[in-house]
């Protein structure tokens, strides 16, 4: 079983949609969580962190299940520089280790 | 600031031969890690250093993998002898103390013939 799943898409949506990417993860005993942007040919970059609480930054709104081992991302007004991969990312417990989830491609279109 | 840098960008080598990959971290920073992303596969942790000192190898794939780190700064991957299923981006990353955010390099994308 991964450790990290994702719904690997495509996404094509038209500017200005709203658009929401889903993964799980496999150890419960998870405490930090992220979502990072690739671009094509390019080094992941953080996109941001993902609180309990739920956190947003921008037009974009990130959620934590812990019951469900769930984490989501939002992405509202989308533009077309927000098409890239963008990868659930979840810390290993007991060290530093990020394991990534294979990723979920997103094209925003004119 | 300059980020994480990595030498070569691109490797071709053929099966059998010795390619060794560096990275130089974004400086001050204690925490090196190593990353390789095969094809179709996702991004797979290989091993962390605190300063010179590896902390964590356990993604390491078998002994033909040696990294390095001497003096607490740039590190090294050298894979020898390369095999096929060697071929992936590797990806360094670097992060200060204490700090969940790790800030990637560009990666060395090898290509084992």
């Known amino acids: 079983r991964k450790e990290v799943e994702q719904d690997p898409g495509p996404f094509n949506v038209p500017e200005g949609a709203t658009v929401a990417f889903n993964c799980t993860y496999s150890?419960?005993?998870?405490?930090?969580f992220f979502w990072y942007r690739q671009d094509c040919r390019k080094e992941p970059k953080l996109l941001m962190s993902?609180?309990?609480s739920g956190n947003e930054d921008g037009r974009f709104t990130a959620q934590l299940n812990r019951a469900s081992q769930y984490i989501s991302l939002l992405i509202r007004d989308s533009k077309l520089s927000d098409s890239a991969t963008y990868l659930c990312v979840v810390k290993e417990p007991s060290g530093y280790a990020l394991n990534f989830g294979k990723g979920t491609s997103l094209l925003v279109t004119p | 600031e300059a980020g994480v840098t990595q030498f070569p960008s691109h490797s071709v080598i053929e099966k059998g031969q010795t390619v060794t990959l560096r990275c130089d971290p974004i400086?001050?920073?204690?925490?090196l890690y190593w990353y390789r992303r095969v094809m179709g596969k996702e991004i797979k942790f290989l091993l962390h250093f605190v300063k010179e000192s590896k902390q964590d190898e356990s993604g390491m794939p078998n002994n033909r993998f040696l990294a390095e780190r001497t003096g607490g700064t740039y590190s090294t991957l050298k894979v020898q002898p390369a095999e096929l299923e060697d071929s992936g981006v590797y990806f360094c990353a670097s992060s200060p103390q204490r700090s969940n955010e790790q800030f990637f390099g560009p990666g060395t994308r090898l290509t084992v013939l």
């Open positions: 150890n419960s005993a998870s405490q930090s």
């Open positions: 400086s001050g920073h204690d925490n």
């Open positions: 993902v609180y309990s």
